[in-house]
C-alpha cells in the first residue's frame, strides 16, 4: 500500500542527517550538531565518500537539499526498459543487415537479420507491454501520435516497423511450408512481400535504434539528460556492434563480411562518442562511474573492446573466434544500455545531480530565461 | 534558443488557449505564502479526504515534523518541515546565553536515514533492518542529573534557531513535461490552464514521472482492484471537480492561515508582488517568490510560492527547465544518428569484401 516511490524514498543517503553540515568542511554524521538539519548544506560527494568507490571528479563544493531526499522522481521503470532498449537495437541492426544482405546475394545472412529482428522486435515488445502499470491498456498509446512524447513516436514508429520486420521473416519461411501453400497465395505473398517489406523495414530501422537515447534524454534525470547531445550516436554504434555481433555468430564466416564491418563500426562509434559524452556531461558523469550502474558501464567497455580485437583479428578465420567476439559484442551492447539505465536512475535518486548542475548555471548566467 | 521561438514548446504563453481551448475561462492556481504556514497539515488530510488518496505510508520519518516524506502517487500536497540555525527576520527566538543541548536530532536522522534506505514491506520500512548502531539510539544522553546544566555541551551557546514550513504541490506548469511526454493523452491541459490525469486513460507508461522537474507526479503502486488507480499515474488536479462547481480546491479551503491562496493567477501574481514588498520592508530579506515568472524554464508555473531560502532548502529545483525545451536538439541529433547508421549500413556492403 505504501506507494512512495522506488526514487523518493528507500534510496535516502547513506550518512544519517546529511541535509546538514552547515558550512562545516567535515560532513561527518557526529561533526554536524547543529540544531535542526533540514535544509542545510552537505558537500558534493557527501553521500558517494568511500561507500561507493566513487571517485570525486570535481573539487568539493557544497550544495543543499532537503534531507538529502531526490528532487526529481526515478522513472518507476524496471529491468524491461534497458531490456527494450537493448533488443531494439538488435532488431534496428539486423534489418539493416538482412537487406543488405538480401541486395548482395548473401541469404544465410539476411536469413539470420530477418529472424534476429523478428526476435528482437517481439521480444521487446513484450518488454515495453509488461512494464506498463496497466499492461492491458497498451493500446492507449495509439489514441494519439505527439511530437513532444518520444515514447508516442517510438509506439508508431514500431506500429509501422513491426509488421515489415515480421512479413520479411515470414518470408523466410515459404521454403518450408507445404508446396500447396507454398505455391498458393499465401506463398505468393511472403515470396513476393518478403523483399520489399525487408527494404521498407531497414529504412524505420536506424531511427528505431536512435530514437531510444531521446526516449532516456527527454527526462529531468539529470544524467540522461545532459547527455542528449551524444546518447543517439552511443545507441546506434550499440545497436550496430550488437546486431553485427549477432550476424558474425548465426551466420558462416565466409558471409559475414558486412556483420563485421557493422560491428567494427559500431563498437568503435560506440566507444568513441561514449569517451566525449563523458567529458561533456560534468558532475552529471559521475553516475556512470558509480555503483552498480559503474560496474555495467566498465564491463561494457572492456566487452566491446574485446569484441572488436577479436573480430579483427579471428571473426574472419574461424568460426569459433567468430561465435566469441559476437557474444562479446551482444553483451558489451547489453551492459551499456543497462549501465545508463541504471545510471540516469542513479543521477534522479541524489538530489546532489539536479541541485549543483542548477545552482552552477545560475552562478554563471542568472536564471533560465526564454525572454 | 531562439530558433524555437514560434513553437508553443517553450517561451511565455497562456496554456489553455495554447491547447485548443476557445473560451478559457482566466488561468486558475494557488499562490502558497510559505511565510504564514503552520504545518499543521490540514491542506494534506483535506486533499486525501477530498480526493479518495489511498494511504501513503504510516512511517515516522524521525528527521522533522514531516512525516509525509515527498510528493507522490498517492500525497499530493506535502508540508515540508526545515529546522534552520538561522534567525527569521527581526525575530527573537530566546534562547540566546541558553546552553546548547546535545545533538539529539542525529539520532533522529540517523533513525529515519535507516528508515529510509531499509528494505520496505508493504507498509513500510521493515523495521528489524533498522541499522541503529553505538552511535544510535543507545548513546542518547537523557539528561539524567549531573553537576552542570542538564544537556549543556562544552559551554556551546544555542545559536539562531527557526522553522520553515511550505504545502509543497504540483505546480501546473505553463510547460509540463509530465503532459508533453505522456504518450496516451491521459494527461491533459484544462480549461483552467492545469494539468490533469485521465484515469481511465492511463496506462501506466511512467515516462510523466522521470519528465517532471520537479518530481512531483508518480505511477501509484498497489495491486489492480484492491488499491484504487493502482499502476496508474497520479497528482494533483487542482481539484478540477470542484473548480468545475465553483468551488476553490480542497486544500486552499482548509487552510486556516491562508497560506495557500487560491484564485486568478495574474490576480495571485499582483497579491503575491505586494506580500514581498511588504516583507521587505519588514526587513526579511530573504523573501522572495518561486515559479511566478512567465518566462522561467517551465513558462511559469500556476502554483507558485513565497520561500524565505534557496528553493533547495524546501526540495525544490533551484532553476527547472521543461526537458522539452531541448526535444527539438534531441530530434536533431537523433536523427542525424540514424542517418549515419543506415549509410554505415550500405558502406559495409559497398565497401566490397566479403
Ligand atoms: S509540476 Fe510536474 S506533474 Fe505538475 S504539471 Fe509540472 S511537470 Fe506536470
Not at chain 2, 42 to 64: I, Q, T
Not at chain 2, 113 to 127: E, F, H, I, Q
Not at chain 2, 288 to 310: H, I, K, N, S
Request: proline fraction near 7%; glycine fraction near 14%; include cysteine.
Amino acid at each position: 500500500m505504501n506507494d512512495r516511490p522506488a526514487g523518493a524514498l528507500d534510496e535516502g543517503p547513506a550518512t544519517p542527517g546529511a541535509a546538514e553540515a552547515v558550512g562545516t568542511s567535515d560532513p561527518g554524521p557526529a561533526a554536524t550538531a547543529v540544531v535542526g538539519s533540514g535544509g542545510g548544506r552537505r558537500r558534493k560527494g557527501g553521500r558517494g565518500r568511500g561507500e561507493r568507490g566513487e571517485q570525486p571528479m570535481v573539487p568539493p563544493a557544497e550544495f543543499t537539499s532537503y534531507y538529502g531526499r531526490p528532487v526529481v522522481k526515478a522513472a518507476p521503470w524496471e529491468h524491461d526498459i534497458p531490456a527494450y532498449l537493448f533488443l531494439g537495437g538488435v532488431a534496428a541492426g539486423s534489418s539493416l543487415l538482412s537487406a543488405g544482405a538480401d541486395l548482395t546475394g548473401r541469404p544465410a545472412l539476411r536469413r539470420t537479420g530477418r529472424f534476429g529482428a523478428l526476435v528482437g522486435l517481439a521480444l521487446s515488445m513484450i518488454a515495453l507491454v509488461r512494464d506498463l502499470g496497466r499492461p492491458e491498456r497498451f493500446h492507449h498509446m495509439l489514441r494519439v501520435a505527439k511530437p513532444t512524447s518520444p515514447m508516442s513516436v517510438g509506439t508508431w514508429m514500431l506500429t509501422l516497423y513491426g509488421p515489415l520486420a515480421a512479413l520479411a521473416a515470414a518470408g523466410e519461411l515459404r521454403p518450408f511450408l507445404p508446396p500447396r501453400l507454398r505455391d498458393g497465395r499465401l506463398g505468393r505473398v511472403l515470396g513476393g512481400g518478403a523483399r520489399p517489406a525487408g527494404l521498407t523495414a531497414a529504412v524505420v530501422a536506424p531511427a528505431i535504434a536512435s530514437y531510444t537515447a531521446v526516449l532516456l534524454s527527454n527526462t529531468a534525470a539529470p544524467t540522461w539528460h545532459a547527455a542528449h547531445r551524444h546518447l543517439p550516436f552511443v545507441f546506434v554504434g550499440s545497436a550496430s556492434a550488437a546486431s553485427g555481433g549477432l550476424g558474425m555468430m548465426a551466420t558462416p564466416v565466409s558471409e559475414a563480411g558486412p556483420a563485421r564491418r557493422l560491428a567494427l563500426g559500431g563498437a568503435v562509434l560506440e566507444l568513441a562518442v561514449e569517451h566525449r559524452m563523458e567529458a561533456a556531461m560534468g558532475i552529471t558523469a559521475e553516475p556512470l562511474h558509480a555503483g552498480h550502474a559503474g560496474m555495467l558501464m566498465r564491463a561494457s567497455k572492456a566487452l566491446t573492446a574485446a569484441g572488436v580485437v577479436g573480430t579483427a583479428l579471428v571473426g574472419s578465420r574461424s568460426r569459433a573466434g567468430a561465435l566469441a567476439s559476437g557474444a562479446a559484442l551482444l553483451a558489451g551492447s547489453a551492459c551499456l544500455r543497462f549501465g545508463v539505465f541504471e545510471a540516469g536512475q542513479a543521477s534522479a535518486r541524489d538530489p546532489k545531480y539536479t541541485v549543483v548542475p542548477q545552482r552552477e548555471r545560475l552562478e554563471r548566467g542568472g536564471p533560465t530565461r526564454s525572454a | 534558443m531562439s530558433e524555437r521561438g514560434t513553437t508553443s514548446w517553450y517561451g511565455p504563453l497562456d496554456p489553455a488557449p495554447d491547447a485548443g481551448w476557445t473560451e478559457a475561462p482566466p488561468r486558475k492556481g494557488f499562490f502558497t505564502d510559505t511565510s504564514i504556514c503552520i504545518g499543521c497539515k490540514a491542506c494534506e488530510v483535506a486533499c486525501k479526504e477530498w480526493n479518495a488518496v489511498p494511504e501513503d505510508g504510516l512511517l515516522m520519518l524521525g528527521s522533522s515534523y514531516d512525516n509525509t516524506g515527498a510528493l507522490g502517487a498517492s500525497t499530493w500536497r506535502h508540508v515540508a518541515f526545515i529546522e534552520q540555525p538561522k534567525a527569521l527576520g527581526p525575530q527573537e527566538a530566546g534562547f540566546a546565553g541558553t546552553a546548547a543541548g546535545p545533538p539529539g536530532s542525529d539520532v533522529l536522522n540517523r533513525t529515519a536515514d535507516s528508515a529510509l534506505t531499509g528494505d520496505r514491506t508493504a507498509l513500510g520500512t521493515d523495521s528489524s533492518r533498522l541499522e541503529v548502531g553505538p552511535a544510535g539510539l543507545g548513546a542518547v544522553d537523557l539528561g539524567m542529573p549531573s553537576m552542570t546544566l542538564p544537556g549543556s555541551v562544552d559551554g556551546a551557546q544555542r545559536t539562531d534557531f527557526r522553522w520553515l514550513m511550505a504545502s509543497d504541490v504540483c505546480k501546473h506548469c505553463t510547460h509540463a513535461g509530465c503532459l508533453d511526454v505522456c504518450p496516451t493523452g491521459a494527461l491533459f491541459r484544462t480549461e483552467f490552464g492545469t494539468v490533469v490525469v485521465q484515469d481511465d486513460i492511463c496506462n501506466g507508461c511512467g515516462y510523466c514521472v522521470p519528465a517532471c522537474p520537479f518530481g512531483v507526479i508518480d505511477r501509484r503502486a498497489g495491486e489492480k482492484g484492491v488499491t484504487k488507480n493502482a499502476g496508474i499515474a497520479q497528482k494533483c488536479t487542482l481539484c478540477y471537480d470542484r473548480l468545475g462547481d465553483g468551488l476553490q480546491p480542497a486544500c486552499a479551503k482548509a487552510c486556516p492561515t491562508t497560506s495557500i491562496q487560491f484564485g486568478d493567477l495574474d490576480e495571485l501574481r499582483e497579491r503575491a508582488e505586494k506580500r514581498v514588498e511588504q516583507m521587505h520592508a519588514q526587513g526579511i530579506p530573504s523573501a522572495r517568490l518561486y515559479g511566478e515568472d512567465p518566462c522561467d524554464g517551465v513558462g511559469g508555473v500556476g502554483a507558485f510560492f513565497l520561500l524565505l531560502d534557496e528553493p533547495e532548502v524546501y526540495g525544490l529545483p533551484p532553476d527547472p527547465v521543461v526537458t522539452t525545451r531541448d526535444l527539438p536538439a534531441m530530434w536533431k541529433k537523433a536523427a542525424l544518428a540514424a542517418a549515419t547508421m543506415l549509410a554505415g549500413a550500405v558502406a559495409v556492403f559497398v565497401g566490397g569484401g566479403s
